[in-house]
């Protein structure tokens, strides 16, 4: 839920808002030269933070840019929750971390450019009817980079097809490469196939989300079968569930693809079983 009124994280000092000023030459506005991350909070309480870190680290160093204080992130994500007044609440940390500002140069700009960093935490409503019913999705070309693996802020394809989603009143828009279904525009994507969950591999075509992590351990824990590999789109009306995987949609069963029903148009037994036993993960928090 977007607010006005917050207290923000900025290059080292927690301020309003509102007296956060970026700089138009920031490398973030002028190239989105930059990578973010977003944790989930659960009444109060950081969820998978070691991972998110982890992966924060790995788009940094990827895109070469050095922040040397990533691991006080932890510490700034609760001082965040906490000054919000989330502290008993549901809600959501963005990072964002540019390569600073610097004349309008492709190249990057001298070492001492310290990056910019900016933090946030605000509340999130949760949409039940979406794990109850299921969601529709569309199709859309897979037309981004090639390493899809970085958590860029260069986000100009998901928007896209974010918005081609809601256009078309659907609520995902999942990215199809090479008759392949790769992932969605802000979530990764599990089909199940006789029985066996089925997700693209982790590779520079997806983001290695942390709620697929997350749900992968799960089907260890709970004995469901599980099948790295591409899943194309002519074998779609033969999939029993399908599902989107992400940390702002957790498990959400899909009964839709464009004009495709899956399974009986209900959510599944194993989205299901999955959704109540990431549940049982948040509550143990
Ligand atoms: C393109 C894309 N894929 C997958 C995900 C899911 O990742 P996570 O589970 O870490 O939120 C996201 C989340 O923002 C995303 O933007």
């Not at 390569?99 to 949760?126: I, K, M, N, Q, W």
């Not at 990764?188 to 693209?200: I, P």
Request: with cysteine.
């Amino acid at each position: 839920m977007w607010r006005e009124h917050m207290i923000t994280y900025f290059n080292g000092q927690l301020l309003p808002k509102e007296s956060v000023h970026i700089s138009p030459d920031d490398r973030g506005f002028v190239f989105a030269d930059g990578v973010y991350e977003v944790i989930h909070v659960y009444r109060g309480q950081l969820f998978a933070t070691e991972q998110h870190l982890r992966r924060l680290a790995n788009s940094l160093s990827e895109v070469r840019i050095a922040w040397p204080d990533i691991q006080r992130l932890p510490a700034i994500a609760r001082e965040l929750v906490k000054v919000n007044g989330l502290d008993q609440s549901d809600g959501l940390v963005y990072v964002q971390i540019t390569r600073g500002v610097a004349p309008r140069l492709h190249p990057f700009p001298d070492e001492s450019v310290p990056p910019t960093v900016y933090a946030t935490a605000s509340p999130v409503e949760p949409v039940p009817e979406h794990w109850e019913r299921g969601i529709k999705v569309i199709l859309v070309p897979d037309i981004r980079w090639g390493r899809c693996d970085i958590k860029s802020l260069a986000l100009l394809s998901n928007v896209l097809a974010a918005q081609e989603a809601k256009e078309r009143g659907a609520d995902e828009a999942i990215f199809v490469r090479d008759g392949v279904i790769t992932e969605g525009a802000r979530t990764n994507v599990a089909a199940v196939v006789d029985g066996v969950l089925v997700t693209h591999p982790r590779d520079h075509r997806i983001l290695p989300g942390i709620t697929r992590n997350v749900v992968l351990e799960l089907c260890q824990h709970l004995g469901i079968p599980v099948r790295e590999s591409p899943l194309a789109v002519i074998d779609l009306p033969r999939v029993e569930e399908l599902m989107i995987l992400g940390t702002t949609k957790e498990v959400t069963p899909v009964v839709r693809v464009d004009e495709i029903t899956i399974g009986d148009g209900l959510p599944g037994p194993i989205a299901q079983r999955l959704e109540r036993a990431y549940r049982d993960l948040i509550g143990a928090l």
